[in-house]
């Protein structure tokens, strides 16, 4: 059974990360087009900088939780075809055990150069006076990020598996941004199955079935009923 999943902020905030349109997420703390847009960072690249250093010393402490490893053992086992299409920028899913995540927004340990775009790893903070390490232009290093109003990574592929996915599950997610929030449709189109595993529910009327609560628990759980099937 081929299986698509979705997954989004939630999943990660019970490993310490925050979401951004819960109540004190990001988006409460910081004007996103200050921050996460290419505008904002042409105005203001240091404050841009220092966003995603914040953003990137969080996630370089933090540790995958149960959830991402339930997925990690669903992908593990043969009968099932798993494909993890992540909107967040951290690696617990790697940390958890999934060896292949479609990462469309990026990296928060990818660096970028936006004069020739080379992508490296990165774990420490950037600086708008270090130069970019392929063609040594200094003020274009950049996360690896997709801002908004710049396209995500790996959409053919991510498209290709949900049109194909017989199950699609979103984990985690407000599904408020697009494309990300036009998967379940596509899915749902193709004949698939789709379920909604969220803290609370979207709405969104093309899930067939949600569940509500917290990933460590709603995730393990349903990852334990397929697995016992
Ligand atoms: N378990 C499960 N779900 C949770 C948990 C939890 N412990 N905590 C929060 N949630 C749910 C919230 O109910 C919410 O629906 O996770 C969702 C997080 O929604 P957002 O904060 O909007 O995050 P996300 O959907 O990942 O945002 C999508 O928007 O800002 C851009 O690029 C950014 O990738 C991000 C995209």
Not at 16 to 26: C, I, M, N, S, V
């Amino acid at each position: 059974m081929r299986i698509a999943i979705l997954t989004g902020a939630g999943i990660s905030a019970e490993s310490g990360l925050g979401t951004f349109r819960d109540k004190d997420g990001l988006w409460t703390q910081y004007d996103l087009s200050e921050v996460a847009t290419p505008q904002g960072y042409g105005r203001n690249p240091q404050k841009v900088l220092d966003f995603y250093n914040m953003r990137r010393r969080n996630a370089v402490d933090a540790q995958a939780n149960d959830a991402h490893r339930a997925l990690a053992r669903l992908e593990a086992d043969a009968r099932f075809d798993v494909a993890v299409i992540t909107q967040n920028i951290d690696d617990l899913h790697e940390q958890g055990g999934t060896q292949t995540v479609a990462h469309i927004h990026g990296s928060i340990f990818e660096a970028l150069c936006a004069g020739c775009g080379h992508v490296w790893p990165r774990r420490d903070d950037l600086s708008t006076t270090e130069a970019c390490p392929a063609c040594q232009t200094i003020g274009t290093v950049r996360p690896n990020i997709v801002w908004f109003g710049e396209i995500p990574y790996l959409m053919p592929e991510a498209t290709a598996y949900i049109e194909e996915c017989d199950l699609f599950v979103s984990i985690g997610t407000s599904g408020t941004v697009y494309p990300a929030a036009g998967f379940v449709e596509i899915a749902k189109d193709a004949g698939a199955r789709t379920l909604e595993l969220n803290l609370e529910a979207s709405g969104n009327r093309a899930f067939d079935a949600v569940r509500t609560g917290p990933a460590t628990q709603i995730v393990v759980d349903w990852v334990a009923e397929v697995l016992a099937e």
